[in-house]
């Protein structure tokens, strides 16, 4: 099979729950796709950074792909309430989900 060149590599940030929709529709347009597991920021989740290596023309298709399948949900903390004699929990709406992406240009790209 004769890959295209890689130029760019997009770097996405996305959570554990939509890295399998995500990656199967990145392979399914034949973009190479590696990921790695994570945990942590603001809640502590698990999350992946997914590594798709791509040519120039195929970035925006690429984002497209990332919109389609990683959605933002809002989930509910449960805080202690400041100034209460007792922790009483209030739940907080937090928006979590999506993706972060990052493009790097590659200026060289080897296959040994």
């Not at 099979?1 to 760019?8: E, Q, S």
């Not at 959570?15 to 399914?28: I, S, V």
């Not at 994570?38 to 950074?49: D, I, K, T, V, W």
């Amino acid at each position: 099979m004769n890959t295209p060149p890689i130029h760019l590599l997009l770097l996405a940030v996305v959570q554990e729950q939509d890295l399998e929709t995500a990656t199967h529709a990145l392979e399914e347009v034949n973009a190479p796709v590696v990921y790695l597991s994570s945990a942590g920021g603001f809640l502590g989740r698990r999350n992946a950074a997914i590594l798709i290596g791509l040519p120039k023309t195929e970035e925006e298709q690429a984002l497209i792909i990332l919109r389609q399948a990683c959605r933002q949900r809002v989930e509910y903390l449960t805080l202690p309430m400041e100034g209460t004699p007792l922790p009483l929990p209030a739940p907080v709406p937090v928006t979590v989900g999506g993706a972060t992406v990052l493009a790097l240009p590659v200026e060289r790209y080897e296959e040994i």
